[in-house]
């Protein structure tokens, strides 16, 4: 069996960073959560895109295409991360040299996350001063406290990159005496798989000594690795997962497969490999530590209830036996009396103690026994149907009795306590396992749906399955008439100052009335029309080869401008109103808005507004009420969140009234 790869190398990281730093720098870090020692931080990029970046002092770091079940409060660490860097905007990311130590910087902040020795995750403020880490800690080569300059690890072993062959072959020969793949992991800051690759396709042997080989083979070898690494960084790369007996055990870029490995699965860029194994793994680790705290915590309850079941069986024992002694004592009650006032006659003639004790245990009672009189203490001890117990010979015989009595049932008082203390316990163990039970959920609960290009406009689809696209501001009408209106497309515009843009993306294909109804209704319903409470309003539509955003000569466009060319189609008292629907879609609520037609065929629950008197934020409130309600009683058993935020984004400007819920 290979072994298994717990964490990203060098080289890795530095491919990941060439491959991810142009997809999320520039993006802004709206959220932090914490699993474990596990972090993931969501990332807005320019585009309006979620992507969640992991980073995991222990693994490594890399963008992940799944969802996590998070927890509802975040720890201590995860919080004070959010305090200093949600809203900020990542800046840059880079490795330091050719090592296992990375740099995000999130403002004028940097986090480091290192993965070496027990890995750490480190704040720096804009002076390179630690604020807080995951890990603090004294060392000799360097200290993780709060104040104290930050000072990455020592290097272990030089950057190929930056090194000379001169350099390169002055330091393996002073290993001439150590194989060569010991002595160029300890020269190099590379991975064995890549050192490994280079000597298997060389055809030297991993057991060659250094002093065995060749100036020419260790030209080719430093000439190899070079070139690999720069392979390697020429993004992008393929990943490959490798599995032993279908059990992946490794995730390399492309260019490191080794001919001999014996199972490999490809992928399309080397992050989405390194997602899909190391995502994997720490599902895998959680779940087991998830397991194992589970048991270690259930075991401690269990040697918690074991005491308590013992000392309850152990006082119940000593109670029923006091009470035994107690019962027998009062049934001879006369007969000590009299032994009583027999000591107190002996001790008053001024016998010495030795012959009182003398006298006193030859005075036998059938079923008790007297064992000893110590007179200094004034105790008589006595064995009862097996029991041994003390009187105190200054009280009286009753007053002896009664303290028997007391002590049985203190006792079965501290019974009753521990059985309380048992229920407690029990109930403990009980709360524990369904804890469990709800925990057995994946810790993976599902992928995070990739948003499509035109889920930053007002959009949908039509009843005759056209996509609709509107924009939201001056911006958005630019950069759809700009970037995404094509000839052949039809575009809509309500006759008002004030109105979205609205494309029917037609793919050169015929549009049907229907279709065209519904993109007018979409344009007179977000325009300014709504806001000053219309019912109806006229909407003209042209090809989209008649608009152009260059005006005639000597004439300007503000933003969000453009010029029609030739004859509008006009589309008289077209009606204001538009339907906000839900539907369910692998498990999540999916919110949809537009014209009454086309969301009845999309959706399940749907409710239809027009121009009104209700103010948009108490219109989003009822609607989410609604749709909860909805929700709830269809699928008691769905986890129902609907932000109003989300619902109001979908509202036009102004109030409205239902028509109908």
Avoid at 36 to 44: A, G, T, Y
Avoid at 390 to 416: F, H, I, P, Q, W
Avoid at 509 to 522: G, W, Y
Wanted: hydrophobic share 40%; charged share 30%; net charge positive.
């Amino acid at each position: 069996m290979m072994t298994k790869k717990l964490s990203l190398s060098a080289l890795d990281m530095a491919v990941l960073i060439a491959e991810i730093k142009p997809i999320i720098v520039g993006s802004y870090l709206s959220k932090i959560y914490q699993i474990d020692e596990v972090f993931i931080f969501r990332l807005i990029t320019a585009n309006g895109d979620r992507r969640d970046l992991i980073m995991s002092p222990k693994h490594g770091f890399w963008l992940t295409k799944y969802k996590f079940k998070v927890p509802e409060i975040p720890p201590a660490f995860c919080q004070q991360l959010r305090r200093k860097l949600i809203r900020l905007k990542l800046i840059d990311i880079k490795q330091h040299d050719l090592d296992r130590v990375v740099f995000f910087k999130f403002g004028n902040y940097t986090l480091v996350l290192e993965v070496v020795r027990e890995g750490n995750l480190i704040l720096l403020d804009e002076n390179s001063r630690i604020l807080f880490a995951l890990r603090y800690m004294k060392m000799r080569d360097r200290d993780v406290l709060p104040g104290v300059e930050y000072k990455p690890p020592p290097l272990r072993g030089a950057n190929i990159l930056e090194l000379t062959f001169e350099d390169f072959m002055e330091a393996i020969k002073e290993l001439s005496n150590s194989k060569i793949t010991f002595a160029l992991l300890k020269v190099l800051a590379l991975p064995r798989d890549s050192v490994e690759f280079v000597l298997s396709k060389l055809g030297i042997s991993y057991r060659s000594k250094v002093g065995s080989l060749n100036y020419e083979q260790l030209r080719a070898i430093y000439d190899e690795l070079v070139t690999i690494v720069k392979k390697c960084l020429n993004v992008p790369v393929q990943g490959v997962i490798v599995h032993d007996n279908g059990i992946p055990v490794k995730v390399l870029p492309y260019n490191l497969v080794i001919a001999r490995e014996p199972s490999l699965k490809l992928f399309e860029s080397f992050n989405e490999s390194i997602d899909e194994y190391f995502s994997k793994l720490i599902t895998e680790e959680l779940e087991i530590a998830k397991k194992s705290k589970f048991y270690e915590e259930l075991d401690k309850l269990n040697r918690v209830l074991d005491r308590q079941k013992r000392l309850k069986e152990e006082y119940e024992e000593k109670a029923s036996k006091l009470r035994v002694v107690a019962n027998e004592l009062y049934r001879r009650l006369h007969e000590l009396a009299k032994l009583f006032k027999e000591i107190k006659e002996l001790r008053d003639k001024g016998y010495s103690w030795d012959l009182i004790k003398q006298r006193i245990l030859e005075l036998q009672l059938d079923s008790i026994r007297i064992i000893d009189v110590n007179l200094a203490n004034n105790e008589l001890i006595m064995e009862v149907k097996g029991t041994r117990v003390s009187m105190d010979l200054r009280l009286s015989v009753g007053d002896n009795l009664s303290k028997l009595y007391d002590r049985a049932k203190t006792l079965e008082k501290k019974c009753k306590r521990i059985d309380e203390e048992m229920k407690v316990t029990l109930g403990k163990i009980e709360e524990l396992k369904k804890l469990q039970k709800i925990d057995r959920q994946e810790l993976i609960i599902g992928i995070i749906r990739k948003k499509e290009w035109y889920e930053k406009f007002r959009w949908f689809i039509s009843s005759g399955g056209f996509l609709v696209i509107a924009g939201r501001d001056a911006g958005q009408n630019e950069k759809i008439v700009r970037r995404y209106l094509e000839d052949e497309d039809v575009f809509l515009h309500a006759d008002i100052y004030g109105a979205p843009v609205v494309v029917i993306k037609t793919h050169g294909k015929q549009i049907d009335e229907t279709t065209l109804r519904e993109a007018a209704e979409f344009a007179a319903s977000f325009s300014r029309a709504w806001e000053l409470g219309f019912s109806a309003i006229d909407v003209y539509w042209v090809k989209g080869s008649q608009v152009s955003k260059s005006p005639p000569s000597g004439l300007y466009l503000p933003k969000g401008s453009f010029m029609i060319y030739g004859k509008r189609n006009y589309l008289k008292g077209v009606k204001l109103a538009v339907a906000i629907g839900i539907t369910l879609f692998n498990g999540e609520i999916k919110l949809l808005c537009g014209p009454v037609s086309s969301i009845r065929s999309h959706c399940e629950k749907y409710v239809v507004l027009a121009p009104g008197g209700m103010d948009r934020t108490e219109v989003a409130k009822r609607i989410v009420s609604i749709f909860t309600e909805y929700v709830r009683r269809k699928y008691p058993q769905a986890k129902i969140r609907i932000p109003l935020n989300d619902v109001l984004a979908l509202l036009p400007r102004g109030r409205s009234l239902f028509l109908m819920k």
